[in-house]
């Protein structure tokens, strides 16, 4: 799921608006989630109670992490015993895959160490982060750093942009440009929201309502799947939905990790955070959704759709049958898409641009991985434009899935 939260315009990034600190004023502390000291995770659980985003929630961190715990390192920025800062990561060994398009050409042995919770809840200051980053790497136990989800009209982004300790001390590389990060905003009702998109837009999204419920003989219904009862009932025919897709089968992808979601969404559904979907067509689900809905915010955090029903837009009529029952059942404030694609972007009334760091410890191996990524990018990006050109990139994407995927 995505690991930062979304802002609405009555709400303000964590960090912003404290009275200014000092570096000599505090204290940084590291701890694992399970060695930390029960006065320390007493200041963790009202620090997550002012924060949208369930990574800063003490709770959330040992269940949805469970099994990992013990990777779970976190840093506290503590004066005079308050707790003014809180930056949880998870370390772990992550391949870095070299692509050309979606072929994976290499995989390479990472252990990465990846913040939690996007931008970092720090003050707003370079010292602060200064302190934070040169304590990690007192610490070790990573060969790199991993950023992502970062807005790019952050403090924090600016920081790993220009900051002469990151300069010094590691060997940085964004491995994609940034990009829009769509969100919905959910004002008023329903209506009014189909009211805001032009005409055409209407008539299009309505049209691909029309054309599935047309295929599946008027029989199309959603499902929604709240409660500790309900996680079978979803998850397991959720599973079968993703392993036809080619995210599965070529990339091992969408649910393919089953044992570690299935006890996510029994631990979410406990705490009242599970909120998934699935769309039927008469008895056959063909599309799921598994989200979960933490403090006025839906996450979306992996969707899918039956193959047989690519040309019959499952996934966006999901999408907006799902966004309907925000509106009308347990209301959210922000339906939070993830990254961008088209499809998503239909249904979104606001956008972000989210940026992506790796910071290397330096070393022949470091620079070998971001050269070679760097290359296969590069290569992809210009085979892509030439294919564009030509009128087969959207042929050749499809004969990738179909092959891929039968292998």
């Not at 007192?138 to 403090?155: K, M, T």
């Not at 199309?220 to 799947?225: E, S």
């Not at 939905?241 to 969404?265: A, F, N, P, V």
């Amino acid at each position: 799921m995505p690991d930062y939260a979304i802002l609405d315009q009555e709400q303000r990034p964590i960090g912003v608006g404290l009275p200014a600190l000092q570096p000599g004023d505090c204290s940084l502390v590291s701890s694992t989630i399970d060695t930390a000291p029960p006065d320390l995770v007493a200041k963790w659980r009202v620090f997550g109670n002012s924060s949208l985003s369930p990574m800063h929630n003490a709770d959330w961190l040992k269940g949805y992490f469970d099994g990992q715990t013990r990777n779970l390192r976190v840093y506290s920025l503590l004066e005079a015993g308050a707790l003014r800062g809180f930056a949880p990561f998870l370390v772990r060994d992550w391949p870095l895959k070299w692509y050309l398009g979606e072929l994976c050409v290499g995989s390479f042995p990472l252990r990465r160490m990846r913040l939690l919770g996007g931008s970092l809840a720090f003050p707003e200051n370079e010292a602060f982060c200064d302190l934070l980053l040169s304590r990690i790497l007192s610490d070790g136990g990573f060969d790199a750093l991993l950023f992502e989800e970062i807005p790019v009209d952050s403090f924090f982004w600016k920081y790993l942009n220009t900051s002469s300790l990151i300069r010094n001390s590691f060997l940085p590389y964004q491995p994609e440009a940034a990009s829009r990060h769509p969100i919905l905003h959910i004002n008023g009702t329903f209506a009014e929201y189909m009211g805001k998109f032009s005409s055409k837009h209407r008539n299009t999204l309505q049209r691909k309502v029309r054309k599935l419920r047309d295929f599946s003989g008027g029989d199309m219904r959603l499902g929604r799947y709240e409660s500790p009862a309900d996680v079978a009932a979803f998850f397991d025919v959720a599973v079968e939905i993703s392993r036809k897709t080619y995210q599965w089968k070529l990339h091992q992808r969408g649910l393919s990790e089953i044992d570690m979601l299935r006890e996510r969404l029994r631990f979410a559904s406990d705490k009242g955070w599970m909120r998934c979907y699935l769309l039927f067509c008469g008895e056959r689900a063909v599309a799921f959704i598994l989200g979960y809905q933490y403090e006025g915010t839906f996450f979306l955090d992996e969707i899918g759709h039956d193959p047989e029903f690519a040309n019959y837009s499952a996934g966006t009529v999901l999408q907006l049958l799902c966004v309907e029952d925000l509106f009308n059942y347990n209301r959210a404030r922000i339906f939070d898409l993830q990254d961008f694609s088209r499809y998503k972007d239909e249904l979104s009334n606001d956008s972000y641009v989210q940026g992506r760091v790796l910071l290397f410890r330096p070393g022949a191996y470091a620079r070998f991985l971001r050269t070679g990524h760097s290359l296969c990018s590069a290569v992809t990006l210009a085979a892509s434009a030439s294919l564009d050109r030509l009128g087969l990139k959207s042929r050749v994407k499809k004969l990738i899935r179909r092959v891929g995927g039968a292998q």
